[in-house]
């Protein structure tokens, strides 16, 4: 990274090509999708996520945000992919931070993430423990 650009390779990179941008590509047994936003700031982000068998299946996105949440969420979505549902509830900041050479002033936009993840999970527990 040149010390004059803010942007690390891999953010370049997912920011311009994020393979995992919403919508979903199959049909699961159980869809969850979640948003959570900045107010006063243009910072959105929505996950949605198909499950099968307690695991993530498939996750995507959809974001208004600058190339670091663009590049975080589609980092995230790769990460979960195929991990057990209770994966939602990791705490990923510093993960994110240190892998994307995220700038620290950022750290509440990678929190709206983290965020959005917990809403899947909980709608996750709350359907289940409904049925």
């Not at 949605?48 to 980092?75: K, T, W």
């Not at 995220?102 to 049925?131: C, V």
Request: glycine share 6%; proline share 7%.
């Amino acid at each position: 990274m040149r010390p004059d650009d803010p942007y690390s390779p891999e953010v370049r990179l997912r920011f311009a090509n994020p393979v995992n941008a919403l919508p979903l590509k199959g049909a699961y047994p159980v869809a969850l999708s979640a948003a959570a936003s900045m107010p006063g700031e243009i910072c959105e982000i929505q996950f949605s996520a198909g499950i099968e068998h307690g695991r993530i299946a498939e996750i995507g996105f959809r974001a208004l945000a600058c190339p670091h949440v663009i590049a975080a969420a589609d980092f995230l979505c790769s990460e979960l992919r195929g991990l057990a549902v209770s994966a939602f509830a990791t705490v990923w900041t510093n993960k994110l931070m240190a892998a994307l050479s995220i700038p620290e002033e950022k750290t509440g936009r990678i929190f709206l993430l983290e965020d959005a993840l917990t809403s899947l999970g909980e709608q996750y527990a709350a359907e289940h423990e409904m049925g």
